[in-house]
T-cell receptor
Framework: DVKVTQSSRYLVKRTGEKVFLECVQDMDHENMFWYRQDPGLGLRLIYFSYDVKMKEKGDIPEGYSVSREKKERFSLILESASTNQTSMYLC????????????????FGAGSRLTVL | DAKTTQPPSMDCAEGRAANLPCNHSTISGNEYVYWYRQIHSQGPQYIIHGLKNNETNEMASLIITEDRKSSTLILPHATLRDTAVYYCIVGILTGGGNKLTFGTGTQLKVEL
């Protein structure tokens, strides 16, 4: 019954490495999101996408980029990983907001815990 | 996005009702109130949402005040498995890039 799948549960990378975090959803959702979660700071939105090839910056986009080439897949890219990007990364998806009530319900993946050394 | 205020932590005895408050005094007329919870080491899970009326589903009840400036999530018979961080969020259904902004939530601890 898994609906949002994040490719890696745990990753360890070195400073300066390029890191790809992959997220796939099987619910035909238009919207996809990447959050990061840090102790005491809650969930913070990095980027979101409301259509294929469309993306918008969230609250903390610096140091990140995203790719949405197919509707079901949303990738988060760290071009040059730094230690302050050590965090839990959460992907989520939702239906398009223009539809009936409930469209803004987010379904989250299990998370990817990234450690940058 | 409207902001929400929640107590950082609450305790509840197993079997009793857990009432989690949330203030959202700057909520706009077309913004919904959503509740999610996050059990340790898992992604957040949707619980319930509402606009003006009180709502109930198999997980919880949502009570929204008449002025919509605050709400309460009620878990009628809390169990140990309800121990989690509970997030209250307000959001708007718009075309294109709708998004929800999470705060730090309330850590609910259910004890025997």
């Amino acid at each position: 019954d898994v609906k949002v799948t994040q490719s890696s549960r745990y990753l360890v990378k070195r400073t300066g490495e390029k890191v790809f975090l992959e997220c796939v959803q099987d619910m035909d959702h238009e919207n996809m999101f990447w959050y990061r979660q840090d102790p005491g700071l809650g969930l913070r939105l990095i980027y979101f996408s409301y259509d294929v090839k469309m993306k918008e910056k969230g609250d903390i986009p610096e140091g990140y980029s995203v790719s949405r080439e197919k509707k079901e897949r949303f990738s988060l890219i760290l071009e040059s990983a730094s230690t302050n990007q050590t965090s839990m990364y959460l992907c989520a998806s939702s239906l398009y907001g223009g539809r009936a009530s409930g469209a803004n319900v987010l379904t989250f993946g299990a998370g990817s815990r990234l450690t940058v050394l | 996005d409207a902001k929400t205020t929640q107590p950082p932590s609450m305790d509840c005895a197993e079997g009793r009702a857990a009432n989690l408050p949330c203030n959202h005094s700057t909520i706009s007329g077309n913004e919904y109130v959503y509740w999610y919870r996050q059990i340790h080491s898992q992604g957040p899970q949707y619980i319930i949402h509402g606009l003006k009326n009180n709502e109930t589903n198999e997980m919880a009840s949502l009570i929204i005040t008449e002025d919509r400036k605050s709400s309460t999530l009620i878990l009628p018979h809390a169990t140990l498995r309800d121990t989690a961080v509970y997030y209250c969020i307000v959001g708007i259904l718009t075309g294109g890039g709708n998004k929800l902004t999470f705060g730090t939530g309330t850590q609910l601890k259910v004890e025997l």
